[in-house]
T-cell receptor, first 113, second 112 residues
Framework: DAKTTQPPSMDCAEGRAANLPCNHS???????VYWYRQIHSQGPQYIIH???NNETNEMASLIITEDRKSSTLILPHATLRDTAVYYC??????????????FGQGTILTVHP | SQTIHQWPATLVQPVGSPLSLECTVE??????LYWYRQAAGRGLQLLFY??????ISSEVPQNLSASRPQDRQFILSSKKLLLSDSGFYLC???????????FGSGTRLTVV
């Protein structure tokens, strides 16, 4: 898996957009960008993934740069319940030897009132 | 819909005792299965993964072993627990495509 770099912590005001950056300059052409989050004492929760195009679902949006060397996860209207550790992971698809998720230290996002 | 079950939720075991944690998946077939461990204040470490019955790959040398006796059952075991085996153990599954992992609720193991 390609190495990813994330800021260790970020703050966001409740109701505002949270933009979490991730650098993955060594990502290979067949690797996806995955985002997960882990709320304290729970298992990680899948948020979104993408290959080249920007993606949006009910939880978040994922913006991937054209050269695929970085991406941004956007939580459009952060709530207190979005306080968690957010992991950005570059990995191949499942069912292959390289489809294993390697978690780094992630970004601790704190949403405050 | 697919669900993943993991038990027990918490476990306190003495040093030297055996361990068996079970994980089962419902609503899908031929899932990829994974065991992760998270030590206190640390990140998630992949321990084992399996792409089919009887097929186990170990990521790190350790005091643990894994088995997959059935398509949707994944078991994590130890013959003799060490203090360093304490942690939060998570089972996860994924499909064959690019979709994300689904994690279980985890087992918090304390070895005393």
């Amino acid at each position: 898996d390609a190495k990813t770099t994330q800021p260790p912590s970020m703050d966001c005001a409740e109701g505002r957009a949270a933009n979490l950056p991730c650098n993955h300059s060594t990502i290979s052409g067949n690797e996806y960008v995955y985002w997960y989050r882990q709320i304290h004492s729970q298992g990680p929760q899948y948020i979104i993934h993408g290959l080249k195009n920007n993606e949006t679902n009910e939880m978040a949006s994922l913006i991937i740069t054209e050269d695929r060397k970085s991406s941004t996860l956007i939580l459009p209207h952060a709530t207190l319940r979005d306080t968690a550790v957010y992991y950005c992971i570059a990995s191949g698809a499942g069912g292959t030897s390289y489809g294993k998720l390697t978690f780094g230290q992630g970004t601790i996002l704190t949403v405050h009132p | 819909s697919q669900t993943i079950h993991q038990w027990p939720a918490t476990l306190v075991q003495p040093v030297g005792s055996p361990l068996s944690l079970e994980c089962t998946v419902e609503g899908t077939s031929n899932p990829n299965l994974y065991w992760y461990r998270q030590a206190a204040g640390r990140g998630l470490q992949l321990l084992f993964y399996s792409v089919g019955i009887g097929q186990i790959s170990s990521e790190v040398p350790q005091n643990l072993s894994a088995s997959r006796p059935q398509d949707r059952q994944f078991i994590l075991s130890s013959k003799k627990l060490l203090l360093s085996d304490s942690g939060f153990y998570l089972c996860a599954w994924s499909g064959q495509g690019a979709g994300g992992y689904t994690f279980g609720s985890g087992t918090r193991l304390t070895v005393v």
